[in-house]
């Protein structure tokens, strides 16, 4: 089984419930000079890398990101 497959075993509410954990529910975006954002305003679920450039569904892919990060542009 490929990596492929992964995003059809994991439950989506079982990888945000990690990615909220593992990230203490607060934006993980890093700003100019590495400041870390810590937001907690209206944070939603990430794709480091998009799903249209083969991003998973998986915790390792995703973040979290407040409201005005994730419109950012990714980098
Ligand atoms: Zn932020």
Redesign the pocket.
């Known amino acids: 089984m490929g990596w492929g497959c992964l995003g059809f075993l994991l439950s989506p509410v079982q990888v945000k419930r990690d990615v909220y954990d593992r990230d203490d529910g607060c934006?993980s975006?890093v700003g100019q000079g590495g400041h870390v954002?810590g937001?907690r305003y209206a944070v939603q679920l990430h794709h480091r890398i998009a799903w249209a450039h083969g991003g998973s569904n998986t915790p390792e892919n995703l973040t979290l990101?407040?409201g005005?990060?994730n419109r950012e542009p990714a980098t």
Request: hydrophobic share 10%; net charge neutral; aromatic share 12%.
């Open positions: 934006c975006f954002c937001s990101h407040c005005p990060h």
